[in-house]
């Protein structure tokens, strides 16, 4: 498996351990081996059919399509520019607005998804969310109560880092609550999403699939290295020890709430470049779809003189 340090400064010190560490995210030093996939997988789907069940094992997190490494990153960064001019369409005509939901396991990607996606939009116009374990004030209240306050008003992009999805997992994994109780959610979050969408809202959600692999990897790396360390937790192991049970929480809160309206789609994660390639083009093609343009001048414009 070929790891990625596409999004984080190059660590020489790291750089002789093996032959994994030889990419560099500046120069596009690229691996043979990541060039080009020698027996491309069969296509993987990102967008699983709607309401449909479906099995975590049939989607590989290292699958990158038999992608060009080095074309792809040049292929994202290109697509930034159009990213910039249709965010800027969307926050000018203040009709709808764009709910992108990240969840993964923990180093599964999501802060790298909002340094190396984001980058070039207009900070004014993105609203992003993390959502932690609920304060006391918030769990007296539904679960979605703290969520909806933060649901982007028209013209905005927002993001939720963890979410909602969060009362369908850890919830469950830990018994916060009883399964009669988490169950009924999924319904709660259907109901939720479709008022959403029909009040202007266009909702992507991502699953950022990583391997348990992949996991420790990156663990390690944090682990070693002085400038991560603080990204790494002791409570990261005890969840990295219910991975099992994690991956059935996601299998069911994909298949469950999995719509028209809101759709999941399942990123291969483990190659970073592949992953930001992957949730740049869908937003892109997302907001391609939203008939957006800029609002028309107001009239008589061309008679202005603007006094000296
Ligand atoms: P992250 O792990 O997202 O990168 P972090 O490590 O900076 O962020 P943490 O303090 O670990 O932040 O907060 C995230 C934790 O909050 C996760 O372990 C997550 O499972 C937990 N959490 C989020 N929502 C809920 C919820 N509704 N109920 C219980 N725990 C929750
Ligand atoms: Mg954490």
Not at 116 to 131: D, M
Request: aromatic content about 8%; overall charge negative; glycine content about 4%.
């Amino acid at each position: 498996m070929t790891h990625d340090k596409a999004d984080k400064p190059d660590h020489p010190q790291k750089v002789e351990k093996s032959e994994k560490k030889t990419e560099k995210s500046d120069d596009l030093q690229i691996s043979d081996k990541a060039e080009k996939s020698e027996n491309p997988l069969p296509e993987q789907p990102l967008r699983p059919a709607p309401r449909t069940k479906i099995h975590l094992a049939d989607y590989a997190p290292d699958y990158t399509g038999g992608l060009n490494k080095k074309k792809t990153i040049e292929d994202t960064e290109n697509m930034h520019d159009r990213l910039g001019i249709l965010q800027e369409m969307l926050y000018a005509q203040k009709k709808q607005s764009v709910l992108v939901v990240l969840q993964a396991m923990d180093a599964g990607g999501k802060d790298g998804v909002l340094r190396k996606v984001f980058t070039n939009l207009n900070p004014a116009g993105i609203h992003i969310s993390s959502f932690k374990a609920p304060s006391e004030e918030e769990l007296a209240h539904d679960f979605l109560w703290r969520i909806h306050k933060q649901v982007p008003p028209k013209g905005y992009i927002g993001v939720f880092n963890r979410s909602h999805y969060e009362d369908v997992l850890v919830v469950r994994v830990n018994n916060i609550v009883p399964p009669d109780v988490w169950r009924k959610r999924y319904a709660h979050i259907n109901a939720f999403e479709q008022l959403l969408a029909d009040s202007g809202t266009r909702i992507l959600k991502f699953f950022l699939h990583i391997s348990k692999e992949e996991q420790k990897e990156r663990f390690m790396d944090r682990l070693q290295d002085p400038n991560e360390q603080w990204k790494f937790s002791a409570g990261d192991i005890p969840v990295r020890e219910k991975w099992v049970d994690y991956m059935q929480a996601y299998e069911d809160m994909i298949s469950q709430c999995n719509t028209e309206a809101a759709p999941w789609h399942i990123v291969p994660a483990n190659h970073k470049w592949y992953r930001n390639y992957v949730i740049t083009r869908t937003l892109i093609e997302t907001l391609e779809s939203m008939n957006l343009s800029y609002p028309p001048a107001e009239k008589g414009l061309e008679d202005i003189k603007i006094p000296d």
